[in-house]
Structures are given as structure tokens and as C-alpha cells.
């Protein structure tokens, strides 16, 4: 999380834990935790959203973290000179 210490990010991750434990309901908790600057040639997107779909995420919100995922657009700077635009896709081409 930008503007953040990195144990911050263990606080807010146990909130989220203790908060899960004590929810009520039949269902349990879930948490998805991606480091996509890491992830991205490493997940297949189709389980990703075969995951929130599931977990019971509304069709509406896993559209819209598909849609944000997908969606970003990428260029290297390589020797000074900007390549073109390009979108992340898992594995290399």
C-alpha cells in the first residue's frame, strides 16, 4: 500500500483476519491477497474470477475487478526510447 510502512500492512491484514473471525452467518471468511507486480505472468485471470464467483462475489463486483485488472495498459523504457502501450497478459509472447 503506497504512503505506507511495510508493518502497517501486518496490522491491517490481523484487522482483517480478526474482523473475518467474528463475522456472523453459515459462511465463512474469504481473503485474496495479490502482489500483481508480481502476479501477473503468474495467474491465469480465468481463475481469478472463477475464485470470486465462487466465493459468492456479486456478478456486478467481479466484473469490476476483472474490468480493473484487464484494463491496465503498460510501456517500457528501455534505452531512453518509450515502447508503445501494451496489455499485461499471463506468460510471455
Known amino acids: 500500500m503506497l504512503g505506507h510502512q511495510i508493518h502497517d ?3 491491517i491484514a490481523s484487522e482483517v483476519v480478526h474482523t473475518l473471525s467474528h463475522m456472523q ?3 465463512g471468511g474469504f481473503i485474496l491477497k495479490l502482489d500483481l507486480a508480481k502476479a501477473n505472468d503468474k495467474i491465469k485471470w480465468s481463475f481469478l ?3 470470486l464467483k465462487r466465493r459468492g462475489f456479486s456478478p456486478h463486483l467481479c466484473k469490476l475487478i476483472m474490468c480493473c485488472i484487464a484494463s491496465s495498459s503498460f510501456s517500457i523504457l528501455l534505452n531512453g526510447e518509450k515502447s508503445e502501450r501494451f496489455t499485461p497478459e499471463r506468460g510471455l509472447h
Do not use: L, P, S, T
Open 9 to 11: 500492512n501486518r496490522i
Open 25 to 27: 452467518g453459515k459462511h
Open 49 to 51: 474470477e472463477w475464485c
